[in-house]
């Protein structure tokens, strides 16, 4: 999942995942959370803005792959659909599983559609699909299927359970770790991840599952800006 950082001149500067890769056009995702996003939806069409990148790891596609399953909970829908768009072009079937907590919370199921992707749903409250938690539609989609590499992006518990889910039936995976990212480009540390101390701005942000289920941090802690550890259980 490369990722993009964008810069506003004495607001800040922030990472985001690529959503589309059209060659001669570059798209991104950007929810309205925050200071950043809320200037940067202030901006219109021929306003500048910094951008430098892409850094870090993306999704592959191993030759010989003939079925795969994308698991995006959210926002981490938005890199997904560009794998899947890939994927498509070479002929992969893809099995899509799209979660989020509410159905206005859905990414690009248009997108998928055109695709010829009718996506697996759920959704918190029920509004669209099943209620419930994508992983739970996950798990039986690897129990009924045979996947040649399950691929997840979105909160790391939600990526923990799809990870452990494809190990435990002997499939390779590749999983997108998010940690709070400075430099963005390997020197100041803050994204690395125990046990390793692997940059997730450099070796990351995407990994083998493999990889993944040897850190201790996996799916228990995040780190905040200070670099202080917080289990998710927290929250």
């Known amino acids: 999942m490369l990722q993009n950082r964008n810069w506003i001149p004495r607001v800040d500067e922030k990472p985001f995942s690529i959503a589309y890769d059209e060659h001669s056009r570059l798209g991104l995702s950007v929810a309205k959370v925050g200071r950043f996003t809320e200037k940067l939806f202030e901006y219109n069409k021929g306003d500048l803005v910094g951008i430098r990148g ?11 792959v003939k079925r795969i399953l994308l698991v995006g909970g959210g926002y981490g829908v938005a890199p997904l659909a560009t794998l899947a768009s890939q994927a498509i072009v070479r002929g992969i079937t893809v099995d899509f599983c799209n979660g989020a907590r509410t159905k206005s919370q859905l990414l690009f199921m248009d997108r998928l559609k055109a695709l010829d992707i009718s996506p697996h749903v759920a959704t918190d409250d029920g509004s669209e699909g099943r209620k419930g938690f994508i992983t739970d539609v996950a798990k039986e989609l690897l ?14 518990l939600m990526e923990q359970k799809v990870v452990d889910a494809a190990a435990g039936k002997g499939t390779a995976s590749q999983v997108s770790i998010e940690r709070y990212m400075k430099c963005g480009f390997g020197i100041c540390g803050a994204c690395c991840i125990d ?24 799916g228990r802690f995040h780190r905040v800006a200070s670099g202080h550890k917080v289990p998710f259980n927290a929250h």
Do not use: H, I, W
């Open 54 to 64: 892409p850094y870090g790891s993306t999704f592959t596609l191993p030759d010989g």
């Open 143 to 156: 129990e009924t299927n045979s996947y040649d590499c399950a691929y997840t992006c979105g909160p790391e």
């Open 195 to 218: 046990d390793s101390g692997k940059r997730m701005c450099t070796e990351g942000p995407v990994v083998s599952g493999e990889f993944a289920r040897t850190q201790s941090e996996f």
